[in-house]
C-alpha cells in the first residue's frame, strides 16, 4: 500500500468524522435527542484517531520511500499539515470534549489533505539542505501553529454563530447544541495564545537557517522572501489578537473576526510567489 | 405507561409525574396494598418513564420563564457558579426567575428594590445583598446576569447608561432579563456588543417553541410507551397462561391415574415390571395429547400483547379454561365458586380467606376426584 493510498484513506476518516462531528449541529431540537445525527457523534472520535493513525502510517511510508524529511515536497507538507490541525484538534477535544468544534477544524483538515493528494505528483527537492534539523524544526513549528490557529478559528466561527443566535428574538434551539460563548472565547484565546509562541520559534528557527550559511542566496534574499514577509504579516495579525484581548480587554464578536481573518492568510502562505522556499 | 411517560400530564414532558408514580408505588407497599401485578405494572410503568427521559427529548427544553433564562444563561456562561445575579424589583416573577438560577449554581445575588425592606427580605430568602436601589446601575459593572422586574411605567436601564458599565466590564458578557410589563430596559441596549436582553415575550415564546418541539418528541415516547405496554402484557399473560397449564396437566394425570386404577382392578395378575411399563406409556400418551395444547398456549402467552383475542378472532386462553373446565383462578371450576380473585397475588386474600398457592399439577384438598369410568379406558389407548 502506497503513501497516497493511505493518505486517501486517511482522508475518508477524518471526512467521516466531519459528518460525525457536524451531526451535532444538523438536528434543531433539544439536545439529547434520540436523533440518528445526535448518536453519530460518538462515532467521531474513533474516526479522528483512525485518520491520524493512518496519516502516522502514510508520513512515515513517504519518508521511507524517499529517504528525505516529509517537508521536501509539496505533498509532504500538506499532508504533515492536515495532520497537525488533526492533532490539534484531537488534543482540545480530548481536553475540553468540545465536538462542536471538530466539524469547521476538521474540514479545514480534509481541505488541505485534498490538496495534498492533488500534489502527490509534484517535484521532490533535490537539495539535501531541506533535509536539515533546523529546517524540519522550522516547518514544524509552523505546522504546529497552523494546527491551532485552525482550532482558533473554529471557534471564532462557533462563537459568532452562537452570538447570533443569542441575538435573536426568534429562539432557535440550536444555540443548546453549542458550546457557552465564554468557553469558545476561552478556548479560541487560549489556542492563539499557544500557537503564537510556535510560530515566532517557527520563524525564529528559519532565521537561524538562513544565517548559517552552505545557502545559494544570500541571508537577506531569504529575509526579504515574499513568504518570509507575509508570515510575519500573519504574526502581527495574530499578535494584535492577543494585545488587544490581553491589554485593551478585547471580547465579543469583533476579535472573533481578526480570527477568521488570520487563519485564510497563514492557509495562503503555500500560494504566495517565493524566490527561496520551493522544491526545485 | 403514558401518565408515567408524561404524555398526559398538562406540561408535556415535565419529570414530576415520574416521582409521583414512584411514590405512589412505594406507599402502596409501606400499606401493603401492592401485589404481584400491581407492583409489575408500576415497576414496568417507571422503566418506561425512564425510557422516554433517556431516549427521548421530551423532558427537555425550558418549561417555564425561568428555565429558559437557566437555558440562555447556561449558552452564555462556561459556569453559572461564578456568575453572579442582579435583581432589579423584588417581585414575584423575579424571585422565581432568581430561584431557578441559583438552582443552576448561581452563588452570588444582589438585589435591588425601591423598599430596602423587600430587597432585604429578598436577599435573606437566597443569602444575597441588598442594595439602594439608586445603585444598581453601577453594580452592574460586577454583576453578569440582570433580572429586571420593576413597575416602573418607563425604562429604567437605556443605552447610554450602559456605555460605562461595559467599560467597566472589559469586555465580559451581560444577560439582561426583563421580565417587566411595561419594559424596564431599552430594547436598543441589544444592539451592543456582548449584551444579549431578552425580555418576557422573547422567553414566552422560546418556552412555547420547545413545547412544540416536545410534541414532536412525543411521537417517540408514545411509541416507547406502546412497547411498554406489549412488554407488560405480555408478562401479564405469561401469568395468566401457567396456571392453566398446570390445570390441563394435573387434569390429564387425574384422569390417568384413575384409568390406572381401573386396569390394577382388572388386571391385578400383572408383574412389577409390566406396571411399570404400562405406567410409562400412559404418561407418555399423556404428555402427546397434552403437548400441542400446552405449545399453543405458551405462544399465545409470548404473543399476545394486551388484545382480547387471537388474530383467528378467539381467546385462546379463556377458550382453553371453558374446555379444560378450569375456574378464573386456575383451579376447576369447583373452587372458582369459592370467590377467587382473577388478578395474581394481590388477590390472595379473597372474602373467603387467602387461598394458598399451587405447584402445577398438584391437586388441591377440596377438589373432588372425577368419577370412576367419566373417561373411558379405551380413551386412553
Known amino acids: 500500500m502506497s503513501s497516497a493510498t493511505l ?35 460518538r462515532f467521531g472520535r474513533p474516526l479522528l484517531f483512525g485518520g491520524i493513525a493512518v496519516q502516522v502510517a502514510a508520513i512515515g511510508m513517504l519518508c521511507v520511500s524517499r529517504h528525505s524529511s516529509p517537508f521536501a515536497s509539496d505533498y509532504g507538507t500538506l499532508a504533515v499539515t492536515a495532520w497537525a490541525i488533526a492533532l490539534a484538534f484531537a488534543a482540545l477535544d480530548i481536553r475540553y470534549r468540545i465536538p462542536a468544534v471538530g466539524g469547521p477544524a476538521l474540514l479545514v483538515a480534509c481541505l488541505v489533505l485534498c490538496w495534498a493528494v492533488t ?80 510560530l515566532t520559534a517557527g520563524i525564529a528557527a528559519g532565521v537561524v537557517r538562513a544565517f548559517g550559511g552552505g545557502l545559494a542566496l544570500p541571508p537577506s534574499a531569504w529575509i526579504l522572501d515574499g513568504r518570509t514577509l507575509w508570515v510575519i504579516g500573519v504574526w502581527l495579525v495574530y499578535l494584535f489578537y492577543l494585545l488587544a484581548r490581553v491589554l485593551a480587554g478585547w471580547r465579543g464578536v469583533r476579535l472573533q473576526y481578526i480570527l477568521l481573518v488570520g487563519l485564510p492568510c497563514a492557509i495562503v502562505l503555500y500560494a504566495i510567489p517565493t524566490r527561496t522556499h520551493h522544491f526545485h | 405507561m ?55 427529548a421530551l423532558g427537555r427544553g425550558a418549561f417555564s420563564i425561568g428555565r429558559a433564562a437557566v437555558d440562555l444563561a447556561r449558552s452564555i456562561f462556561t459556569d453559572l457558579s461564578h456568575a453572579s445575579a442582579l435583581v432589579v424589583g423584588a417581585g414575584e416573577m423575579s424571585e422565581i426567575t432568581v430561584r431557578h438560577l441559583v438552582e443552576s449554581g448561581v452563588r452570588v445575588v444582589i438585589v435591588a428594590n425601591r423598599t430596602f425592606e423587600k430587597a432585604e427580605a429578598m436577599a435573606e430568602r437566597f443569602g444575597g445583598t441588598a442594595i439602594q ?63 444579549f436582553l431578552k425580555n418576557i415575550d422573547d422567553l414566552q415564546e422560546f418556552v412555547a417553541s420547545d413545547a412544540g418541539e416536545r410534541v414532536a418528541e412525543s411521537r417517540q415516547a408514545a411509541w416507547i410507551a406502546e412497547e411498554e405496554t406489549a412488554k407488560f402484557f405480555a408478562w401479564y399473560r405469561a401469568r395468566e397462561v401457567a396456571p392453566v397449564l398446570g390445570e390441563i396437566r394435573r387434569k390429564l394425570e387425574e384422569i390417568r391415574r384413575s384409568d390406572m386404577d381401573i ?119
Open chain 1, 7 to 41: 493518505t486517501i484513506l486517511a482522508f475518508a476518516l477524518y471526512l467521516g468524522a466531519v459528518v460525525c462531528y457536524g451531526a451535532l449541529l444538523w438536528r434543531y431540537g433539544p439536545p439529547g435527542s434520540a436523533s440518528p445525527g445526535a448518536g453519530l457523534v
Open chain 1, 119 to 198: 500534489r502527490v505528483n509534484a517535484p521532490v527537492a533535490e537539495s539535501r539542505i531541506i533535509d536539515s534539523q533546523v529546517v524540519s524544526l522550522h516547518v514544524l513549528l509552523y505546522l504546529s501553529s497552523l494546527g491551532l490557529f485552525v482550532v482558533a478559528f473554529g471557534c471564532a466561527a462557533l462563537y459568532l454563530v452562537q452570538n447570533r443566535l443569542l441575538k435573536a428574538h426568534r429562539m432557535n434551539s440550536l444555540f443548546r447544541r453549542l458550546p457557552p460563548l465564554e468557553t469558545l472565547d476561552t478556548l479560541a484565546f487560549q489556542s492563539a495564545a499557544c500557537a503564537l509562541p510556535l
Open chain 2, 2 to 56: 403514558r401518565v408515567a411517560s408524561s404524555l398526559d400530564s398538562l406540561v408535556l414532558g415535565e419529570a414530576q409525574i415520574l416521582g409521583q408514580v414512584r411514590s405512589a408505588l412505594m406507599a402502596a407497599h409501606e400499606a401493603g396494598t401492592a401485589g404481584g401485578i400491581l407492583t409489575g405494572l408500576f415497576q414496568n410503568a417507571i422503566l418506561c418513564g425512564r425510557r422516554v427521559q433517556t431516549e427521548t
Open chain 2, 133 to 195: 436601589y439608586d445603585r444598581f446601575v453601577e453594580q452592574m459593572a460586577t454583576a453578569d446576569i440582570v433580572i429586571a422586574s420593576t413597575a416602573a411605567p418607563h425604562y429604567i436601564l437605556r443605552r447610554e447608561m450602559l456605555a460605562p458599565v461595559l467599560r467597566k466590564r472589559r469586555g465580559r458578557p451581560l444577560f439582561l432579563i426583563d421580565i417587566a410589563v411595561p419594559r424596564d430596559i431599552d430594547p436598543d441596549v441589544d444592539r451592543l456588543e456582548n449584551v
Open chain 2, 263 to 381: 386396569l390394577r382392578s382388572k388386571l391385578g395378575h400383572l408383574s412389577d415390571r409390566e406396571w411399570e411399563a404400562i405406567e410409562s406409556t400412559t404418561r407418555a400418551m399423556m404428555n402427546h395429547v397434552a403437548r400441542e395444547p400446552v405449545l399453543r398456549l405458551k405462544r399465545e402467552a409470548g404473543e399476545r400483547t394486551g388484545a382480547a383475542s387471537t388474530p383467528a378472532g378467539y381467546d385462546l386462553v379463556a377458550a382453553a379454561r371453558e374446555i379444560f373446565g378450569i375456574g378464573p383462578d386456575g383451579a376447576s371450576e369447583a373452587d372458582s365458586a369459592h370467590g377467587a380473585d382473577t388478578i395474581g397475588p394481590e388477590a390472595t386474600d379473597t372474602p373467603s380467606g387467602p387461598t394458598t398457592a399451587r405447584a402445577p399439577g398438584e391437586i388441591p384438598a377440596d377438589v373432588e376426584a372425577p368419577a370412576l369410568g367419566q373417561v373411558p379406558l379405551e380413551g386412553t389407548r
